[in-house]
């Protein structure tokens, strides 16, 4: 098993940054393809970034430009760094580690894009 802790999140101004990690323990996660989603009120859980294993990363379309997503096997760690945040990524944001059969979730953590 991989258990996942998110951190990071906090409250923001539009047009703000925050830097949201994601701690990996058990299991190694240098197998998984390593994720952030997102769900805000009302709303289904969507993708963020993935990153592969050998680094790849995907965007979300909305994303594209303002956020990036980063690995550190070595520490263990999955980073999502978010700039020109804008009222609509507000939304618990959720580290997913991913592989064929296994997948795992992280109790997410709450960020607020707020005048």
């Known amino acids: 098993q991989v258990q996942l802790v998110e951190s990071g999140g906090g409250l923001v101004q539009p047009g703000g940054s925050l830097r949201l990690s994601c701690a990996a323990s058990?299991?190694?996660?240098?197998?998984?393809?390593m994720g952030w989603y997102r769900q805000a009120p009302g709303k289904q859980r969507e993708l963020v970034a993935t990153?592969?294993?050998?680094?790849?990363?995907t965007y979300a379309e909305s994303m594209k430009g303002r956020f990036t997503i980063s690995r550190d096997n070595a520490a263990s760690a999955v980073y999502l760094q978010m700039n020109s945040l804008k009222f609509e990524d507000t939304a618990v944001y959720y580290c997913?580690?991913?592989?064929?059969?296994?997948?795992?979730w992280g109790q997410g953590t709450q960020v607020t894009v707020s005048s």
């Open positions: 997913n580690a991913n592989r064929t059969f296994r997948t795992y």
């Open positions: 058990g299991n190694s996660m240098t197998t998984y393809r």
């Open positions: 990153i592969s294993t050998d680094g790849t990363a």
